[in-house]
């Protein structure tokens, strides 16, 4: 896959700024599939360190709010300002369950990367999530998954890397999740194809967790993992 928006960006700056797999190539990928236009209002939830939230403001012309619990807002305003998109971009810290803002008052809600932490049950899309986006307005999410469900037990190579939180499940799992959503109607669940570029990006990365990944994508060897996205429209 060619990045012609990803590769604008320094690479330096975005190693130092990674929380996990390249969430610039996917975000591109992601957002190749919606339509973002100039002034829409946007919701990046769970931002990290607000890279993806530059993207979305300098490539898009929108207004974004780069919400994430475990950033502090002020390191991440210091980033929008080197950018001059201070204007543009406005850092909330706040959680997944308790956003702090009014139904209806977002075009998009757009998320890379966390959305497998938190929304994993059910009911937490229509309580949480679609009730913030303008009808007809989009939700559109990527995170980690695997090409199929583990069934019975974890596989053994994976047992030492494995944590309660990772949440990952197949497309097949998340399909079926949204699909029974009555707030919103399903439009794409899919592969992305930048999986293994915006992980080898991630584990180039001199960083203590990303080291950690190292070893687990070694033995993971392409056999279980995958990226996927959802995209649906608010009824």
């Known amino acids: 896959m060619i990045f012609t928006k990803s590769n604008k960006y320094d690479k330096e700056f975005l190693m130092k700024n990674m929380m996990g797999p390249n969430c610039i190539k996917i975000l591109e990928e992601l957002t190749n599939k919606i339509k973002l236009e100039k002034g829409m209002r946007i919701l990046d939830l769970g931002c990290g360190r607000g890279i993806s939230s530059i993207f979305l403001a300098n490539e898009f012309d929108a207004t974004v709010f780069a919400t994430d619990l475990w950033i502090e807002p002020t390191e991440n305003y210091e980033r929008f300002k080197d950018f001059n998109l201070d204007n543009k971009i406005f850092p909330i810290q706040a959680e997944a369950h308790e956003l702090p803002y009014a139904e209806g008052f977002f075009d998009a809600v757009i998320s890379v990367h966390s959305y497998h932490y938190f929304g994993n049950k059910e009911g937490f899309l229509e309580n949480h999530i679609s009730p913030l986006v303008k009808e007809g307005g989009i939700i559109a999410m990527a ?93």
């Open 143 to 235: 995170m980690p998954g695997l090409k199929q469900d583990f069934v019975d037990c974890i596989p053994d190579e994976l047992i030492p890397f494995w944590q309660d939180n990772m949440n990952f499940h197949s497309l097949k799992w998340w399909n079926e999740l949204w699909s029974e959503s009555e707030s919103v109607i399903l439009e794409k669940c899919e592969t992305l194809n930048c999986h293994e570029e915006a992980w080898q990006d991630w584990l180039n990365c001199d960083n203590s967790y990303a080291k950690n990944d190292k070893k687990m994508m070694e033995v993971e060897d392409g056999k279980y993992f995958n990226t996927i996205s959802l995209i649906a429209r608010v009824k």
